[in-house]
């Protein structure tokens, strides 16, 4: 752990006032998680606080505790003077809450992306964590804040999202004390897993299925690719789904080193989501940054302006090459 980095985040929660937490654009289970642990050790700590994103929070994400506190504007009567931003690699992560900062605020960037760019007044980046939510933890273990039930299922949320349940190799000994700790504070972890995967409609499965339909496999099945297009939703009736989890398919598929994920999601105009994932020889962290993303050695993503088409073969094309395979 950097030490350094975890005293002076420890040093701003204890002597600034007034909080905005924040976390990237498409919340997920680590961003909402250790949103509201922070805000917890906050309240804890007896300071001002409000957490604020750019989307919505996922409906599987909607039973955690203090949920629904988390809005999509910063309340106009807050006066803020310290940002915490969690689970992003760059500040322009955090989309349009950026814009609702006038003042130039004290930044507080936590973080365990390899590609986070420091852009914080304090930086704690710990690329070995699973999730921010394992730092969380950490954190609030270092301060001596106990944990209660709520903040810890919210923790465990965290962990067990970005770990894709202790299955990926940022999988450690500290995160399942990390996560031991917390079923001790109370957390019951088949409850916790109801709630985040077993809460589908059946339009989320077809969804799935329409887009398993457009798997391949190429250059000898080191590449599986698919793709999900904003007809496909329509044609279901379904319109903001967690699709989080289809990349897991592809990347099961035996012999793919390099799986992708393509989604159309622009609304009034195109825009391509592009989720990446790897078996180990691949660095998609690096692929991804090429496209202005990035993420994580063997998971990460990016976002491209340009159709469906378009996008697959530059993404694929960058693959290729990464593979060793064609220019
Ligand atoms: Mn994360």
Redesign the pocket.
Known sequence: MDNDGVDKVIEAFRNRDNFLITAHVNP?G??IG?QLAVYYILKRLGKRAVMADHDDVPENLKFLPGSESITREIPKDFRLDTVIVL?CPVRDRIGRISDCIDERPFIVNI???VSNGFFGNVNWVDREAS???EMIFHLAEKMGIEIEKDPATALYT?IIT?TGMFNYDNTSKETHRAAGELIAAGVNPKAVHAEIFEKKSISEIRLLGRALTTLQLEEGGALAHMSLTRKMYSEEGVDRVSTDEFINFPRSIKGVEVAVFFKEDGITREEINVSFRSSGRVNVNIVAAHFGGGGHALAAGCTLNCGLEEARDKVLGGIRKALGVGA
Request: hydrophobic share 15%.
């Open positions: 997920e680590d961003s250790s689970d973080d365990h992306h999730s921010v939510g965290a970005d």
